[in-house]
């Protein structure tokens, strides 16, 4: 009979540190629980009115409400709001225009952030030559989760040519003359890369 | 003249009401926030304003695109605005991440430019939004990944205006 309850009281044992394994493996570096810092874009901007040409980029999408998120070295972040409770997201590269700019409305609305892709990247990119993928970076900016602390441009040879970081969940890049960005990449609060677009 | 119409689903794109509205709703807006030339008010859907379809390597809509294979590409014309609906498709991940990579946007006789997306989801980008004017071909392409993985076929619609 002792010999049983040292066996229950050692397989209780057993579980509680398999509990406290599994929650500390789940934690992220952050603090918090799966997802984390990553998963979360705490800023929702504050809605906008917004001009006719706004208006009609907003019923192409079938959203109604703008909110702007940041403005910043000549672009302009929305978060948008549609009906159905989807959620896009815009930057407009045109300063002081009437314009919701460049748009992405993720499939579902919890697609963005999490943390296998805690940014949202608007940098657009171009290529002069016919063959192959040879792209490179012509203007640089995003939308990041909480997690993301800066983001980067890389030449070929993968050196920093531009650093900036990521404040209110968004961040701002130019290629710096005479330079040239084959990628982008961003870094959590510890310097570990999270994303990277190339 | 064909209508277009960038709504946040493939069912949705189907519903011919809506693509209806929708069109209007663009043709309005393009014409009336961008001043396009009325050339722009015709429109141009892959593979067809009521489907959509495969894009992968060796596709090609063989008039002439940027790059031989790998692209499908409007005619010449003042296009403003190019929507793309991807699919979740052939895999579905976390985020909605599919391992299908394009670059799309629009080219003109001296360069290619647009955005990279492997997610499903619905964009739309403005020629003017990349620098881009006057005559040009709306385009997507599939694209690699630089990282060694394999980028797969993608199930999607594009559209410009």
């Known amino acids: 009979m002792k010999r049983k309850q040292i066996g229950l009281a050692a397989l209780a044992l057993v579980a509680v540190a398999a509990t406290g394994t599994v929650v500390a493996l789940a934690t992220t570096a952050h603090g918090s629980l799966p997802g984390g810092a990553l998963a979360r874009l705490s800023n929702h901007g504050r809605p906008v009115a917004t001009g006719p040409g706004q208006k009609t980029e907003l019923a192409t999408l079938e959203a109604t409400q703008a909110s702007l998120l940041a403005e910043r070295e000549g672009r302009t972040f929305y978060r948008l709001a549609k009906p159905d409770g989807g959620v896009c997201f815009a930057v407009n590269l045109v300063p002081a225009s009437d314009h919701i700019g460049n748009t992405t409305c993720p499939l579902t609305p919890t697609a963005f952030p999490v943390p296998d892709r805690p940014v949202l990247d608007f940098s657009i990119w171009e290529s002069t030559s016919h063959v192959g993928d040879d792209y490179h970076l012509i203007s640089g900016q995003g939308i990041a989760a909480d997690g993301v602390r800066a983001v980067a441009l890389l030449d070929s040879s993968g050196r920093a040519i531009a650093r900036a970081r990521v404040v209110d969940n968004v961040y701002t890049l130019d290629v710096p003359r005479g330079k040239v960005a084959k990628a982008i990449v961003a870094y959590d609060d510890g310097g570990e890369e999270v994303f990277r677009e190339a | ?161």
Not at chain 2, 34 to 44: G, I, R, Y
Not at chain 2, 137 to 152: E, M, N
Request: hydrophobic residues 40%.
């Open chain 2, 1 to 161: 003249m064909q209508n277009v119409v960038f709504t946040g689903t493939i069912d949705g794109m189907k519903k011919s009401l809506i693509v209806l509205i929708a069109a209007g709703a663009i043709a309005a807006a393009l014409a009336a926030a961008l001043a396009v030339p009325s050339a722009a008010k015709a429109a141009w859907c892959w593979p067809t304003c009521s489907s959509s379809g495969y894009l992968g390597s060796g596709t090609s809509t063989y008039n002439g695109c940027w790059k031989y294979s790998g692209e499908v590409c409007s005619g010449w014309n003042y296009w403003s605005a190019n929507g793309i609906s991807k699919s979740c498709s052939p895999i579905c991940g976390y985020g909605n991440y599919t391992q299908a990579r394009i670059l799309y946007g629009f080219e003109n006789g001296s360069s290619i430019r647009g955005w990279y997306t492997d997610i499903a989801e619905t964009r739309t980008v403005y020629a003017y939004q990349l620098g881009m004017g006057g005559y040009l071909r709306a385009q997507a392409s599939w694209a690699t990944y630089p990282d060694g993985r394999v980028s797969y076929t993608s199930y999607v619609h594009v559209g410009a205006v």
